[in-house]
């Protein structure tokens, strides 16, 4: 069974400022995928980034970057320039391609301060 | 506009009453599961449909139930909704299992008294 951990339940970051939550994960897969959702305060969930595992290549979407380490099992999220816009609970989330499930972190509550 | 629409937005009930959680989407995905998120424990997966006729479990499924009789529906069901069933639930589908982005429903608050 894969396990996400996100182990930063909060974090602020100043507006303009760069910030990066972390996320690990525990599987024997050789092939997955990797998420970033983020809920704001209206609860939708919204998808921020998403890479595939065999891809070396870093996932960038404007300002949202991932950090992707395979050997060490770990694909963090830096946000760029932080606007209060971005004021939300993020996941990570992970799929195996072997599986059919989406399996996702606690969840780490990010606020922009002005 | 494409979206997974679910219905009730907000239910309040009792122990022991059966209640059905409506879920439809109009995107013509194949893939649709449950989840329900709970403070500290992020989102698990109650459990998912490939395609119609086509379901499984998937982390919490006791308590619930589902049925895909048709592409767009998904409902859950809970027979006997208990106080531990208490939680935000999210439907969500995407057009096939694996990179395809999850589209979500706008969520359920569920209190079980």
């Known amino acids: 069974a894969q396990t996400v951990t996100q182990s930063q339940p909060e974090m602020s970051v100043q507006e303009a400022e760069t910030v990066t939550l972390s996320c690990t994960y525990d599987t024997s897969e050789s092939n997955y995928y990797l998420f970033w959702y983020k809920q704001p305060p209206s609860r939708q969930m919204i998808l921020v980034i998403r890479q595939e595992a065999y891809k070396q290549q870093n996932a960038t979407e404007n300002r949202f970057s991932v950090n992707f380490q395979k050997a060490a099992k770990s694909f963090s999220l830096k946000i760029s320039d932080s606007q209060l816009g971005d004021t939300a609970m993020y996941f990570c989330a992970f799929w195996p391609t072997s599986g059919s499930r989406l399996t996702f972190g606690e969840g780490t509550q990010l606020t922009v301060n002005p | 506009e494409a979206q997974v629409t679910q219905n009730p937005r907000y239910l309040i009930t009792v122990t022991g009453k059966k209640l059905t959680v409506t879920c439809s989407q109009n995107m013509n995905h194949e893939y649709m599961s449950w989840y329900r998120q709970d403070p500290g424990l992020g989102l698990r997966q109650i459990y998912y449909s490939m395609n119609v006729e086509v379901t499984d479990k998937g982390d919490v499924p006791e308590g619930y139930k589902v049925s895909r009789k048709e592409k767009r529906n998904f409902p859950l069901i809970l027979e006997s909704p208990s106080p531990n069933q208490t939680s935000l639930y999210f439907c969500?589908?995407?057009?096939?299992?694996?990179?395809?982005?999850?589209?979500f429903g706008p969520g359920t608050r569920l209190t079980v008294l």
């Open positions: 969500a589908s995407s057009l096939r299992e694996g990179f395809n982005e999850q589209f």
